[in-house]
């Protein structure tokens, strides 16, 4: 029996924050209906490098179902009505007011159906003046002050993945989680608000707490870090990159006599503390610099493992897919199996179900049999 075995969840779902969410329930054996717009979830369209399918919709939709519905229709509404009648979760990130303007609020369907959980995914929340405007990821990066610490002195940037729509996600996941648990002990669902601002605006709470306490935000510097040194990316003689991170004195000790072959560079006292370190960073760093780049990226890893220094290759995608720690899963997707990377969680005793990607509308037929009244 899988761990979500007997649990529905109605999805009306689109783009990637509500899908990674539903994604992660469908994995734990949930039975997932994916309700689309006639034309389909728009993530359908973003590429087609995935063996000719998107590689979004491939990745947050394995597993599910898919019913084309216009819920604007009487005969279509009266449909997903009777899902939700019998579900277990509503997961919705329409545009905020949009499911309270079809019948379908968090508060109507909860009072109706008390075992419910209803989960809403929204831009920046349910209320507040910014309820109404328009979130896309890269925005939100940019709203939190996310994009104000990534990147260079240069100038901010945009951490290169969807990450606010994926803490979304993995925050309504948890919620809907704790939900069913206490459901369990009550008897009663409950209505549940994710935005992708506030789940961002929460991993933000260190640099958040350092301007708002310390009076300094953190610099941004990078592949460096604002406040511990050496620690960044080092070009090597092959062109390939390696990261190093030196946390406390014995380190920064091993470091220049095992790796760097120079310990007096150890005993320097410029460069003694890890705070005299980051004063003195630009001349610190040439004389590391320069050993990296007179050896190859394997040969700098094998001096660094020798002497217990952290390290991570700078990798390209090349890398990564050569990986010999990544995890892979495969799943069906228009007729072909594709391989992806594996979610990050092994529960041990659990079997993750990773069923097949569906084609649009791929339970038209059956699922309006199911609920057609």
């Not at 998107?54 to 009487?74: A, C, H, M, Q």
């Not at 992708?196 to 605006?201: D, K, M, N, Q, R």
Request: a negative charge; hydrophobic letters at 45%.
């Amino acid at each position: 029996m899988q761990d979500l075995e007997d649990i529905t969840v109605v999805a009306l779902e689109q783009a990637v924050a509500a899908p990674y969410a539903s994604a992660k329930l469908a994995d734990a054996g949930a039975r997932v209906i994916k309700i689309e717009r006639p034309e389909g979830d728009f993530a359908r369209g973003y590429d087609s490098l995935a063996r000719g399918e998107s590689t979004y919709f491939v990745w947050l939709n394995r597993g599910k179902e898919s019913i084309r519905l216009n819920v604007k229709d009487p005969e279509d509404h009266a449909i997903l009505a009777r899902m939700i009648a019998r579900a277990d979760v509503f997961l919705q990130n329409l545009a905020p007011g949009a499911a309270e303007r079809l019948g379908f609020g968090s508060d109507a369907l909860c009072a109706a159906y008390p075992r419910l959980i209803c989960c809403s995914i929204s831009g920046y929340g349910e209320d507040g003046p910014a309820r109404d405007q328009k979130a896309y990821d890269m925005l939100i990066q940019a709203e939190t002050g996310l994009c104000g610490i990534t990147g260079t002195a240069d100038g901010p940037a945009r951490v290169g993945v969807s990450v606010c729509d994926i803490a979304a996600g993995m925050t309504a996941a948890q919620a809907i989680l704790q939900a069913l648990f206490v459901r369990e002990r009550t008897g009663r669902g409950r209505a549940i608000d994710v935005s992708l601002f506030h789940a961002l605006a929460d991993w933000m709470n260190v640099p958040y707490l350092q301007a708002r306490y310390g009076g300094k935000a953190p610099a941004r510097v990078g592949l460096s870090h604002p406040s511990i040194a050496p620690y960044g990316a080092y070009d090597c003689a092959d062109g390939k990159a390696v990261l190093i991170a030196v946390q406390n004195g014995r380190e920064w000790a091993r470091l220049c006599s095992e790796v760097l072959e120079a310990p007096d560079l150890a005993t320097d006292p410029r460069f003694a503390t890890n705070d005299l370190r980051v004063a003195n960073r630009a001349e610190m760093e040439p004389s590391i610099a320069a050993v990296f780049a007179a050896h190859t990226r394997d040969a700098m890893i094998a001096r660094l493992n020798a002497a217990s220094v952290a390290f991570g290759r700078l990798s390209d995608m090349d890398d990564l897919m050569a990986h010999p720690q990544a995890r892979v899963i495969t799943v069906q997707s228009g007729g072909a199996e594709i391989e992806m990377l594996a979610p990050g969680a092994i529960v041990r005793g659990a079997a993750p179900r990773y069923g097949a990607v569906p084609a649009l509308g791929a339970q038209d037929a059956a699922l309006r049999a199911e609920f057609g009244g």
